[in-house]
Structures are given as C-alpha cells and as structure tokens.
C-alpha cells in the first residue's frame, strides 16, 4: 500500500488528493466494510471496534476525503448524500473530479445501508465540530437525529449513541443547550421503548448535563431517580454518570454518598481523559474538606494535574491549619478559578470547617482556655467574638467534633483528656470499608469478564459422548465396587 502512494505521487505530484489521502480513505473503506459485515452478522462488537478506529482517524479528516468516502459510501443523487455533501467545504475542483473518478470506479451506485449512511452523518459530524463550523454542525446533528428516528436496529445504537453526544456537543458549543433538552426527553423515552440500553445511558448523562449546565439541581435528581438502571454498558458513560451523581449528592448535603460515587468516577476513568479526572478530583477534594478529611498530598501530585490542583491545594493547607485569615485570602486570590469550576459556593461552606478544624486544634494544645483566646485565635471578626467563640465551641462540643466543657461562669473552655482510639471501634469501621471497597472491585471486575457468544451452547460430538458414557459407566461400576467391599 506504501509502494501504490509513491508510484501516484510520482505521476501526479500536483494532485493534493493522491499526495495523503489514499491511506485514510483505504482505512475509511476498510471502516465501511467492517460495518457492513457487523450490520449483515448482527455483531455490535465490529461496530464498537469501527467507531473506536475512526476517532483514530479523526485527526487525518478532509474535506476531499470526506467527499470521495461518500461518493463510495452512498448513492451519488440520493437525499442522504446531497445533504451530506452540502455541509462540505467546497474544495479545487480539480480534486473534486479526481475524488469523483476514483470512488465511482471502485463502488457502484448501490441502496447503502442504514448502519453505513449513519456512519456516513457521524463522520460529517466530527469533521465539521473539529473544523469549529459549530452552526453546520447544529445542521448536520439535527439532520442525523432526525433520520435516525426512523431507523430501529440494534446494530445502530452504538453509532446512534455517538451522535446523541455530538448533538448535545454542538448545541453546548453555540451556547443552545436549552433548546434541545425536549428533544433529548423524547429521544431517551424512544430509547426506552426500543430497550437501547447505550442510547438510554448516553441520553440520561446528556440530560442531566443540560439540567447542571443550568443549575438545576432538583430536576437533575427527579429525572435520575426516576429513569430506569440496569447494568452499564460502556465505562465511559458510567464514569460520567458517576460524576454527575456526585455533583447531585454535594449540592443535596448528602457527602459521604457523593465522595464515594467522586471517587469512584476518579478510578474508573480511562487515562488519556486527563480534563475529566481533574474536574473529578476538584469536586472530591472539596466534598472530602466538607466531610472533615483532609486529603493526601499524592493527590495534588499526580501526573498533568499539578497546576489545574494549585488553588485547591492552597485551599487544603488552609483548611488543614484552620487558619480563618489564610483560608479568606486564598479564597478571594483564586475566586475566578472557584467560579468557573462551579465550585465557588462549596467553598463558601467551607468557612465552618477551617473554623472547626482550628477549634480542635486548640482543644488538642490547650487542656483550659479563655473564650477570648479561643475567639483571638480564630480570628473571628464579628462585632462580639466571644459570644460567637462561646456558641462555636458550644456547638461543636454537642456534634462531637471536640471532647470538652464549657465553664460558661468563668468564660472557659476545658479539654477532656485524649483517649485510646483502638479501645473504640473505629479501627474496625476503617477495616470493614477498606474490606467492602476490595469485594465490590472483585464483583465488578467477574462482572465485565466476556465469554464467546453461545460458548455454553456447544453441541457435544458422537465420539465425546461415547467416551463421557463409557467413564461414567466405569466409574459407576467402581463405585458399586467399594459399596460391596465395606459390606
């Protein structure tokens, strides 16, 4: 194939379609073909493994190649490619005419099927998004979700579920995300009612993405709650609905459950998705502050995260010292980062817990301290700081946060004495979690274990069925054997 592009190149060096495009429109056709075999075969795993080798491809896409593919895919005259062929930018018309000449050589006028013309409106698609032509784009997706509406194959829902997300894509781009969020109800209830599992899983992401993009956190929780679950399908999906849970579970108070489903979005996330595992850590690292933990230095060092995790990081070691003064300055320093990370309101809760965590750190030094103190400490900044040092620490004596007494006559705080832990049961709550997260990893990874389709299914030969028989009649016979010798 190397040999066929230098031969072209050296008869037509003028030709800009012979000079890179043979390669990607052989591996375009190879995709194509792949289709078809996974379309007539009824096997969605040969659509999966197309759709992964085009965004491979994505990259190398032109308009010239782009236009021979669908002269090769589909029927030069049909609606499908006119419609197609007009999102095009119009290229020299001398490659056009090549392109033309090429691909009506190597495939005859035929009626396409579903699968590949929807292929055909997925690579448009991409092409345009990456080409920043938002509005063709907006065109090209409502054209592709129309036309897939009539359409109801299983083979097809793996490329329909990409187009739902480049649907949503190219509206949340122009800044239109509101006017498709109808759409994408009726989508997901036809998804439903086809039991296309994919399509029900990326149209439930993509719509409680448009109700958070609008902050609206309770209609988010009422479509979540009541939409149908089962099993996820791809991890993609289920990391990000993992991650939308969580966002949910923070705005609702509810910590413990959206540190859990946080973390959990963090691990399960693919590598390459680097925006996406920083954004996860970002909410975990405020839901943990507010839960009263304090997160663990490896995390603001991982790889590609160390700059996006500075403020948060800064953030951390105030909370950690329960420095008031500090914590207030590293707020208003990174408040355009906070706001634009949707995290600015979160942080604002915070305020409470930096001062908690100083208030514990006193309680630990000091076995008896004045309210005045206590209040100079934590730089409280009120008209009258004692009164609030007295309702602070009475407070957090009564949520358990510190162990002391509080001698209202003398204005005192007194520290009680600091406890064995191991004589608690906190060793063995820390236990039993580390034990359940390792037995939900084990059931998770037998869960995705994949089998041969029909492998239990095998029809047994004549000649193992023969020896199956004679051993067990063998094994019968020595089992009656050994009755008749005990006997």
Excluded at 284 to 313: N, S
Excluded at 385 to 405: L, T, Y
Aim: aromatic content about 8%; overall charge positive; hydrophobic content about 40%.
């Amino acid at each position: 194939m190397t040999q066929d592009v230098e031969m072209k190149e050296q008869q037509a060096p003028s030709n800009s379609l012979s000079s890179f495009s043979p390669s990607t429109l052989q591996h375009l056709k190879e995709i194509a073909s792949l289709i078809e075999t996974g379309a007539y075969a009824r096997e969605v795993r040969r659509i999966v493994r197309a759709v992964r080798l085009t965004m491979a491809l994505r990259r190398k896409l032109k308009a010239s190649v782009l236009s021979a593919f669908l002269n090769f895919a589909l029927p030069p005259g049909s609606e499908a490619h006119n419609k197609l062929s007009s999102y095009l930018p119009k290229e020299d018309e001398h490659d056009m005419e090549v392109d033309t000449a090429t691909s009506s050589l190597q495939a005859p006028a035929k009626h396409p099927l579903p699968e590949l013309e929807i292929y055909c409106y997925l690579l448009v698609l991409i092409f345009l998004i990456d080409q920043k032509k938002y509005n063709e784009a907006k065109a090209c997706s409502s054209a592709s979700i129309a036309r897939l509406k009539n359409v109801n194959r299983r083979t097809v829902d793996v490329l329909a579920a990409r187009l739902y997300f480049y649907y949503s894509l190219s509206y949340e781009l122009t800044g239109d995300l509101a006017e498709i969020r109808g759409n994408l109800l009726a989508l997901h209830r036809i998804a439903t009612l086809r039991h296309d599992e994919l399509g029900q899983e990326t149209l439930l992401n993509l719509l409680l993405r448009n109700y958070l993009h609008y902050n609206l956190y309770d209609q988010a929780e009422k479509l979540r709650s009541k939409a149908p679950r089962f099993e996820a399908h791809s991890n993609q999906q289920f990391c990000r609905y993992l991650f939308y849970l969580g966002k949910i579970r923070t705005i609702q108070l509810e910590y413990t459950d959206a540190k859990e489903a946080l973390l959990q979005a963090a691990r399960k996330a693919p590598v390459a998705a680097l925006g996406f595992r920083v954004q996860c850590n970002k909410w975990a690292i405020i839901v943990r502050l507010l839960l009263g933990e304090i997160p663990e230095r490896t995390i603001f060092m991982q790889k590609g995260m160390e700059k996006a995790l500075r403020p948060y990081f800064e953030l951390t070691n105030a909370v950690r010292i329960g420095d008031l003064e500090l914590f207030r300055s590293v707020a208003e320093k990174f408040s355009s980062t906070f706001s634009s990370d949707q995290t600015h309101n979160l942080i604002v809760r915070l305020r409470h817990n930096v001062i908690r965590t100083g208030l514990r750190n006193i309680s630990i030094s000091y076995s008896r301290i004045s309210l005045a103190d206590v209040a100079k400490k934590l730089r409280l900044d009120s008209a009258n700081p004692i009164a609030d040092a007295e309702s602070i620490v009475a407070k957090a004596i009564r949520d358990g946060a510190i162990d002391a007494i509080l001698d209202h006559a003398n204005g005192w705080m007194l520290s009680k004495e600091t406890g064995d832990i191991y004589s608690t049961n906190e060793p063995q709550a820390a236990f039993n979690s580390r034990i359940v997260f390792c037995l939900n990893m084990h059931n998770e990874a037998v869960r995705a274990l994949r089998f041969p389709p029909n492998s239990h299914k095998e029809k047994e030969s004549a000649e193992k069925r023969r020896e199956r028989q004679q051993q067990e009649q063998e094994l019968a016979k020595h089992i009656a054997e050994e009755d008749d010798d005990e006997f």
